[in-house]
């Protein structure tokens, strides 16, 4: 019995039918169009940055200024204390705490772990 193998969706037809994700950018230099991208997702909403050390250093604080740079109210970054991150319930349970305690819309840096 042969199958035929549909060809991948596009980058639009994936959008359209995910349930979470509205909006992907990649490419070099594109972390100056992060406050452009929240801005669209999020108008007139408050952002903060979720990162752990490592990719606070790497990205998140240019994220943080570009928002900041681009006039949007951001709350306190949000740098999980564990230098080592891993897919575990107790860092979820301690963004999950700190979220609580204002509606800022979080813009994780990152990937793997701080993405999921």
Not at 35 to 49: D, L, T, Y
Not at 70 to 91: D, I, K, M, S, Y
């Amino acid at each position: 019995m042969s199958r035929t193998i549909s060809p991948p969706p596009s980058l639009d037809e994936a959008l359209h039918s995910a349930r979470e994700t509205r909006a992907l950018a990649i490419g070099p230099a594109i972390l100056p169009r992060v406050p452009e991208v929240f801005r669209e997702q999020f108008p007139g909403r408050r952002a903060i940055v979720v990162a752990d050390p490592t990719t606070f250093t790497i990205a998140g604080r240019a994220v943080r200024d570009a928002l900041d740079a681009a006039g949007l109210n951001l709350a306190e970054p949000f740098v999980f204390a564990a230098p080592a991150l891993f897919a575990e319930h107790r860092f979820v349970e301690q963004l999950e705490a700190a979220l609580r305690t204002h509606e800022a819309i979080p813009v994780a840096v990152g990937s793997g772990t701080i993405n999921d």
